[in-house]
């Protein structure tokens, strides 16, 4: 069963950053496209960044655009989300997961941005 483990969370000022992984098992990692979501405290799901298979597309939500930086490495079976100049609204429970053709979720990593 392919799984996704996110990790790379944790507690940090505004105007900090983190890396977050995502690791993921099976054999198809580098055929999809893939994608990082969050999910803030009463607040639904959203989408934060995506990348192709082959890395040559990325997109990113508004909010994030010009801050964060998503890339993958195939080889390793791993995505990154580098997290830069980090604002409170940033707070969330940040995912991992296939662009279409969801799998289950994973647990998430917690990114909390607070001074």
């Known amino acids: 069963q392919v799984q996704l483990v996110e990790s790379g969370g944790g507690l940090v000022q505004p105007g900090g950053s983190l890396r977050l992984s995502c690791a993921a098992s099976?054999?198809?990692?580098?055929?999809?496209?893939m994608g990082w979501f969050r999910q803030a405290p009463g607040k639904e799901r959203e989408f934060v960044a995506s990348?192709?298979?082959?890395?040559?597309?990325?997109s990113y939500a508004n909010s994030v655009k010009g801050r964060f930086t998503i890339s993958r490495d195939n080889a390793k079976n791993t995505m990154y989300l580098q997290m830069n100049s980090l604002k409170p609204e940033d707070t969330a429970v940040y995912y991992c997961?296939?662009?279409?053709?969801?799998?289950?979720w994973g647990q998430g990593t917690q990114v909390t941005v607070s001074s």
């Open positions: 997961n296939r662009m279409v053709g969801r799998m289950s």
């Open positions: 099976g054999r198809t990692f580098s055929s999809y496209a």
């Open positions: 990348i192709s298979s082959t890395s040559i597309t990325t």
